[in-house]
């Protein structure tokens, strides 16, 4: 996604070292490496199993296997102390999405699954199938921008009273009657995103790796990253402004901003040429930031 225009963002030194903390399908990756000269070096971190597939075959490329929620120890186990910038996509990535078993995508019949990784213990079965109303009406809510977030959840409540729901197919039909055809396909989207980001934690994922990166760039060093939901955008941006999520920015006794980045350039957002090629490239916000 804004493939030149998220690594453009790092302003690639060919002697530095960089990080893809969704490595994916590689394609960031891969215009990371067209940039490095020998001496440079790519770190890519992917929970998913079949990320490893894609793996690249370049003595600069290292990738990690793990969840970016644990960036810095991974670096250092790797001998990194600092990198010269950290490129992030947080959205699904298209094999995921089109891979019909891993039941991230409303065109498939599969098992309610979205996991990122498989071996993680809760799975979109268990959220479906074993969250209270009150729980099942906050990730709807908040994860799902859905405005009937309340009546989904008892919809879904009622229907694994009779039986479990077990596929995502199975979940269609159990809102069967919340689901206008003029709507299906959008209020679908936004319920898949709202149990995916429950089932991955990927709000709780974004905020432990953002506060990391303060201390793994060097000053100088860029953050590269795109988001897809207005929950994940707005914590980038609020952390990129403040060096926090919550409260006022903290000063120092001359009443200086004690902040950790600058952000470089404005909100960037896909052209309508991207767009055209890829509709999941609508939502996607993607901000820059330098370590100061």
Known sequence: MMLHETVDGLDVKEDGVYVDVTFGGGGHS???????????????????????????????????HQNFRHIKRFLKFYGVQKADGILGDFGVSSHQFDVPERGFSTRFDADLDMRMSQKSALSAYDVVNTYDHGDLKRI??????????????????????????????????????????????????????????????????????????????????????ISYHSLEDRLVKRFIRSGKFEGEVEKDFYGNPQVPFKKISGLITPSKQEIGLNSRARSAKLRIAEKL
């Open 30 to 64: 891969k215009e990371i490496l067209s940039r490095l000269g020998p001496k440079g070096k790519l770190y890519g971190f992917d929970q998913d199993e079949d990320a490893q597939e894609n793996a690249l075959d370049d003595e600069r490329f290292v990738l990690i």
């Open 140 to 225: 709807f809510g908040l994860y799902g921008e859905l405005k009937n977030a309340s009546t989904v959840a008892a919809t879904i409540i009622d229907g694994r009273a009779e039986q479990p729901i077990k596929t995502t197919e199975d979940l269609k039909n159990t809102l069967r009657r919340l689901l206008p055809a003029h709507k299906e396909n959008k209020i679908l989207a936004q319920l898949y995103q709202a149990i995916r980001i429950e089932v991955n934690q990927e709000v709780a994922v974004l905020r432990e790796f953002l506060m990391q990166t303060p201390d793994i760039l060097e000053k100088g060093g860029r953050l590269s990253l």
